[in-house]
Antibody, heavy 122, light 110 residues
Framework: QITLKESGPTLVKPTQTLTLTCTFSGFSLSTTGVTVGWIRQPPGKALEWLAVIYWDDDKRYSQSLKSRLTITKDASKNQVVLTMTNMDPVDTATYFC??????????????WGQGTLVTVSS | QSLLTQPPSASGTPGQRVTISCSGSSSNIGANTVNWYQQLPGTAPKLLMYSNDQRPSGVPGRFSGSKSGTSASLAISGLQSEDEADYYCAAWDDSLNGVVFGGGTKLTVL
């Protein structure tokens, strides 16, 4: 059974850097074909994809946020970390991590964490 | 503004059949498979359909998906009150080299 859980601060100040950790179980990021992604959802708004990291340490980022995002993995700890710099109130959202299967281009998010709400405010 | 266009709302009465459309382009839906997610109020999204028309284990057969060209559709037959949720389509975009989501469709069961 695959489980994922997001952790990190619930409140950050504008211009600060956000660091979120996704801790998972039920799969290994060392296994070929395994991918973990981050998706966010501002209150009352749609889902927005942020980044994915592949088993081979390849990474893809949202073009609109690429300059602010870094995704890394620690397969030995079963964790994926997302950092987002220069936080702004518009970044207030619930941040989800999710397990993705199906390959580089035809993959899909089949297991999701519960999400963590991050509020950006001074 | 989402690269995948969905109607913001849809509705139906119990037992009816409803469809939700998702319109994209040659770089996303036209080139790759489409996935659908269901998000019940206050919960995380759940995979509802993958690879255009494949249902994960546990998803009822009254949910079906299709794709033609640069558009995709999710159909729900025998609508039930528990189907009231937000539905999102998603696909890989070759130009952006990443995942794109639709703007979501809020389904109301009248």
């Amino acid at each position: 059974q695959i489980t994922l859980k997001e952790s990190g601060p619930t409140l950050v100040k504008p211009t600060q850097t956000l660091t979120l950790t996704c801790t998972f179980s039920g799969f290994s990021l060392s296994t070929t074909g395994v991918t973990v992604g981050w998706i966010r959802q501002p209150p009352g708004k749609a889902l927005e994809w942020l980044a994915v990291i592949y088993w081979d340490d390849d990474k893809r980022y949202s073009q609109s946020l690429k300059s602010r995002l870094t995704i890394t993995k620690d397969a030995s700890k079963n964790q994926v970390v997302l950092t987002m710099t220069n936080m702004d109130p518009v970044d207030t959202a619930t941040y989800f991590c999710a397990h993705r299967r199906g390959g580089y281009y035809r993959g899909y998010f089949d297991s999701w964490g519960q999400g963590t709400l991050v509020t950006v405010s001074s | 503004q989402s690269l995948l266009t969905q109607p913001p709302s849809a509705s139906g009465t119990p037992g009816q059949r409803v469809t939700i459309s998702c319109s994209g382009s040659s770089s996303n839906i036209g080139a790759n498979t489409v996935n659908w997610y269901q998000q019940l109020p206050g919960t995380a999204p759940k995979l509802l359909m993958y690879s255009n028309d494949q249902r994960p284990s546990g998803v009822p057969g009254r949910f079906s998906g299709s794709k033609s060209g640069t558009s995709a559709s999710l159909a729900i037959s025998g609508l039930q009150s528990e189907d009231e949720a937000d539905y999102y389509c998603a696909a890989w975009d070759d130009s952006l080299n990443g995942v794109v989501f639709g703007g979501g469709t809020k389904l109301t069961v009248l």
